[in-house]
């Protein structure tokens, strides 16, 4: 647990920070979001969790992010007034609307879109400019997946914007749900064009040979930084591992604790781990692995205004989809990091000057699918949101689809975390119904399940979402369910956690015994054999017309 003292540290750090002062006080230039009183020899620029989105969006934070124990009463697992108190953001500014779910129609409306590879591109390129040849700029991996751009070219549009902004190293996750030997033909292209992939925990099965390099040196400002790379740990678990049948992907905090032994005895006066595993995960490692300066953690779209520390570790993260750049300037003396200064820069888009060359890019590589992606399918009347703990309503709505368009009882999506938002009022494109889901194994199914079956799925996608054990977490959200009520306690015992288990349709308990018709998509376990999610998704939202959700009730946090 913080101290007192590092949270009026972190507070200072945050007063300091130009991209605060602007935001906190509608002063949104781009002039003043770069703001920023540079220190030492060394500035680290991170952004993670792309997902493909190359343009502007609306990006609607979780208005529940629930942890377990402890843990769960301080960041990452704090939302809107709390996260905001925590760090000591003022209500009613941009910055609050940045960080925190709070009137998010009202002041989307007023502050605009967020994010595009564009805007991130002229941040990039001022810091660099201002700080002659000190910067790395390192992606945070969930970048080459994501909308339908990145799937209809496998990956290749994405890299391709990316290799515009020159990321000196990134780490992955969604982008393995390619498939191996596509993952292989994709890392050639990006070292080719300059960027490094490193995931030192990606190891061939039958030899344990590294897929990947671990690590790389690079020399900044004088100072030798040893970038580790750490790609999801989990991935076999949560994607297929159909996909990659030839790898195996872990933790591996010895295996990590020796590199960053090496690394330090080869002379590196700073040691950073690009982390795909998640913030918590992130803390825990953090507490067994010594000599680690900097963990910039991705995953599980987190953003930390200021950092977190763990011992002399300091912890940063990017949230998602562009919306934020991270910068953190490290002054070095002796072998070691003796002082920094951190800056989360929101990247509002409307006060910041679109790169020609990058917006001329984008442009280009949308152009063949304008006419598809432009194609409205109906007008949301709600607010189409994506993350929060137990549901969001473009899942509710895939749900819904799902049952009207196969004629189950029950529905479920994965609890993805990815996934942009369409304010009130909104036209519902077809871009954005690929933004939910476009992936790699998007195909839908419908099968037989019976009460106790659906309880035991239930029950173990909530231990490893709220085992007391940050390293048994994966870091993502609970499964979304439709035509089904349950009350979700994520303190209780394993297998005790979902009670109340209700089909809406009738109001009867869920039997235990019977079987129900139940529809799915994205199978991490076979393939399915059904039509892509985005077509029943787009069937019912022509027939619906007008989209208006109700608040989610059935579904309900002890």
């Not at 609607?60 to 709390?82: C, D, I, K, M, T």
């Not at 925190?100 to 879109?113: I, K, P, T």
């Amino acid at each position: 647990m913080p101290s007192r003292r590092d949270l009026l540290a972190g507070a200072a750090a945050l007063a300091a920070s130009g991209a605060l002062r602007a935001a906190s006080q509608e002063r949104l230039s781009e002039a003043e979001l770069l703001r920023f009183a540079p220190l030492g020899q060394v500035t680290l620029l991170h952004l993670s969790d792309l997902h493909g989105q190359l343009a502007p969006m609306h990006l609607r934070e979780a208005a529940v992010n629930r942890g377990v124990g402890p843990a769960g009463a301080q960041p990452p697992f704090l939302a809107g007034e709390s996260f905001r108190a925590w760090f000591g953001i003022p209500a009613e500014t941009p910055f609050a609307h940045a960080v925190s779910a709070e009137d998010f129609d009202r002041l989307a409306r007023r502050y605009g879109r967020m994010g595009g590879l564009d805007r991130i591109a002229t941040l990039v390129a001022a810091i660099r400019a201002e700080r002659h040849g000190r910067t790395l700029l390192l992606d945070g991996g969930d970048t080459w997946q994501g909308g339908w751009l990145a799937l209809a070219s496998g990956g290749e549009a994405i890299l391709a914007a990316m290799a515009l902004i020159a990321p000196d190293a990134m780490t992955g996750h969604w982008e393995f749900t390619y498939g191996a030997d596509r993952v292989r033909a994709l890392v050639a292209e990006a070292e080719r064009r300059g960027t490094r992939f490193l995931a030192g925990n990606v190891q061939e099965r039958e030899w344990n040979d590294d897929v990947f390099p671990a690590l790389h040196v690079f020399e900044r400002g004088g100072v030798g930084v040893a970038v580790i790379g750490q790609a999801y740990p989990y991935t076999p678990i949560a994607n297929p591992a159909r996909l990659i049948p030839d790898w195996t992907v872990g933790v591996q905090a010895d295996r990590l604790a020796a590199r960053v032994a090496a690394a330090r005895a080869a002379g590196a006066e700073a040691v950073v781990l690009l982390s795909h595993n998640g913030v918590a995960l992130d803390r825990a490692l953090a507490e067994r692995v010594d000599g680690i300066d900097v963990i910039l953690s991705g995953h599980t779209h987190d953003c930390t205004p200021a950092p977190l520390r763990v011992g002399r570790t300091l912890i940063a993260a990017s949230g998602g989809h562009g919306k934020f750049l991270t910068r953190i300037d490290l002054a070095v003396a002796g072998g070691r990091v003796v002082e920094h200064r951190h800056a989360l820069i929101p990247v509002f888009a409307e006060a910041i000057r679109p790169d020609p060359v990058v917006a001329a890019a984008v442009a280009a590589a949308r152009a063949p699918h304008a006419a598809l992606l432009d194609t409205v399918v109906a007008v949301t009347e709600s607010t189409l949101w994506r993350r929060g703990t137990l549901n969001g309503t473009w899942d509710d709505l895939i749900c819904a689809a799902l049952m009207a368009e196969t004629g189950a009882e029950i529905a479920f999506s994965p609890g993805f975390r990815w996934g942009t938002a369409l304010p009130a009022g909104s036209p519902v494109t077809m871009e954005a119904v690929f933004e939910q889901t476009a992936i790699t194994y998007p195909n839908v199914w419908r099968r037989a399940m019976t009460g106790a079956a659906i309880k035991e799925m239930l029950e173990d996608v909530a231990d490893n979402l709220f085992h007391v054990d940050p390293f048994y977490q994966q870091g993502g959200d609970m499964v979304r369910a439709g035509g089904l009520g349950f009350l979700l306690d994520p303190e209780a015992p394993r297998g005790r956690r979902i009670d109340g288990l209700t089909l809406l349709a009738s109001g009867a308990p869920l039997e235990a015994g019977r079987g129900y018709a139940v529809a799915g998509w994205a199978s991490v376990g076979e393939a399915a054999a059904g039509p892509p999610a985005w077509e029943p998704l787009a069937a019912h939202l022509r027939r619906l017309g007008t989209v208006r959700i109700a608040a989610n009730t059935a579904i309900r946090l002890r």
